[in-house]
């Protein structure tokens, strides 16, 4: 199993758009399903979005939906999460994690393999 790594965090102003990464260099990486958390200061973490080993289902939170796409490209081991129409509550740290399983999940225990988070901070 090969490290997970997020990559596209950063600073943006309300309302704006960011896309976090997450890719590995695990062979295995089309065959299990992946989703994206996240944690804010003094919060307990929480789920965001899942999709499964296809790409073909995927689901969301509710504080998300309509906002944040979750997709992935298997060939170059990559999982995304396009955020749009960002708030200040979004401001957390995001995490991606892969599961055991190829199945869409979207509970925390699912999930066994983290990465080490990628910081997004959105300004009022």
């Known amino acids: 199993q090969g490290q997970l790594v997020e990559s596209g965090g950063g600073l943006v102003q309300a309302g704006g758009s960011l896309r976090v990464s997450c890719t590995t260099s695990?062979?295995?990486?089309?065959?299990?399903?992946m989703a994206w958390f996240r944690q804010a200061p003094g919060k307990e973490r929480e789920f965001l979005a899942a999709?499964?080993?296809?790409?073909?289902?995927?689901a969301y939170a509710d504080s998300v939906k309509g906002r944040f796409t979750n997709s992935r490209d298997n060939a170059k081991n990559t999982v995304y999460l396009q955020m749009n129409s960002l708030k200040p509550e979004d401001t957390a740290v995001y995490y991606c994690?892969?599961?055991?399983?190829?199945?869409?999940?979207?509970?925390?225990?699912?999930?066994?393999?983290w990465g080490q988070g990628t910081q997004v901070t959105v300004s009022s």
């Open positions: 994690a892969r599961s055991t399983r190829s199945g869409v999940r979207t509970n925390m225990g699912a999930y066994v393999y």
């Open positions: 695990g062979r295995t990486f089309g065959n299990y399903a």
């Open positions: 999709i499964d080993w296809s790409g073909g289902s995927t």
